[in-house]
């Protein structure tokens, strides 16, 4: 089915600028949608008129020049993918005055004049600094991260799909909790910010969340707990966010375990991991990711610079990229009112 919009052609900063040549790469930790988000970033540039270069291992292959042209066939297949076919590392080198240079010699070589970024916070100030530095190359970035803690959009990419994944699990571990009458501390991903955990614990029914800001104190949990057994629930479910100030899901549990008597409760302990990190892109981000990198190819070509494409309310807006950095994201007061409610 082919699409013709010929709105899109009487956008005169839209198709004006001439022929641009932008660098792509992906950066941090990888979140499912991030090829849907390459292939959007490729086959728009390439709708305009404009080239796409993907650099591979992100600032590390920034420095080391290792890119590759990057067309729309070169694309196709890659939107039920997990993970990046840019592959992503983080580079220490790149924030010092060195690679920095590097990376901008290699650019300049190829007449590169501006660079997009998936990836995280940590990414972007990577991507501010070396605008600052260089502000003859444009930056923009696109939120892929899982933990959802970036200012500026309701939802980052890959987040929905880590959800579901967490929930999944869930579902299978409170399976064995019912069969066997366990407590099962899981813990979860999400780095210091509570929405992956407070999300699922939620949906997934559990007896208690544990994220970072609120802290909960150990001996309400205990309590809480405790309550639940005598009112006759064998098996609980408690969901812990691995940067909970009192630590991961292991002690927390020893923690639980030396304050109640040994044969209360058959404790046992789950850490997802990365598992969180991988799988196909649900289709909730497989559309995210594409509208981004829709909106970041045209806020180039529009001549924007040192921002953050996201979404809000279910539409594309622009973040100032220090300001996206610098703002914290703290979970909804009302999740965690509807979560203590709800597991009573």
Known sequence: MAFCIPELFNQPNLMQNGTKKIGLLTSGGDAPGMNACIRAVVRTAEYYGHKVFGF??????????EMDALTSRSVSNIIQRGGTILQTARSKEFMTPKGMEEAYENLKAERIDSLIV???DGSFKGALEFNKRYPQISVIGIPGTIDNDLYGTDYTIGYATAVNTVVEALDKIRDTASSHNRLFFV??????????ALA???SGGAEAILIPDPPTDIDDLVEALKDSYRRKKRS????????????GAIEISRMVK????EDLFDIRVTILGHIQRGGA??????????????????????DKNAIMVGMKQNKVEY???EYAIKHNVTVDPEMIRIAKMLSL
């Open 56 to 65: 591979y291992r992100g600032y590390a292959g920034l420095i080391e020049n």
């Open 258 to 261: 030396s304050k109640v008597p």
């Open 118 to 120: 998936i990836g995280g």
């Open 187 to 196: 813990e979860v991903m999400g780095r210091d910010a509570g929405f992956i």
């Open 319 to 321: 973040t100032d990229l």
């Open 236 to 247: 609980s479910l408690v969901i812990v966010a691995e940067g909970d100030e009192r630590g």
């Open 200 to 202: 699922t614990g939620l």
């Open 281 to 302: 892109p649900c289709c909730q981000d497989r559309v995210l990711a594409s509208r981004l990198g829709v909106a970041a190819v045209e806020a180039l070509i529009d």
